[in-house]
């Protein structure tokens, strides 16, 4: 019959869906997933090396 599970394949699922549920907690964003530098100062080293790209090239036109 195609439809019908063993009882012993059922209970493993249900502690495999059990255990990956328990998992979840460890997906959450920690302090340690931030970035070091606040927005500000990343805005600065890109506008400085982006800027210093752009007088490069024109350099050479």
């Not at 090396?49 to 490069?56: D, Q, R």
């Amino acid at each position: 019959m195609p439809g019908t599970t063993n009882p012993v394949i059922r209970a493993k699922n249900k502690a495999y869906l059990s255990n990956t549920n328990s998992r979840t907690h460890s997906l959450k964003k920690t302090k340690e997933d931030k970035i070091p530098v606040s927005q500000v100062t990343l805005g600065i080293i890109l506008f400085v090396v982006i800027g210093s790209a752009i007088f490069e090239i024109l350099k050479y036109i």
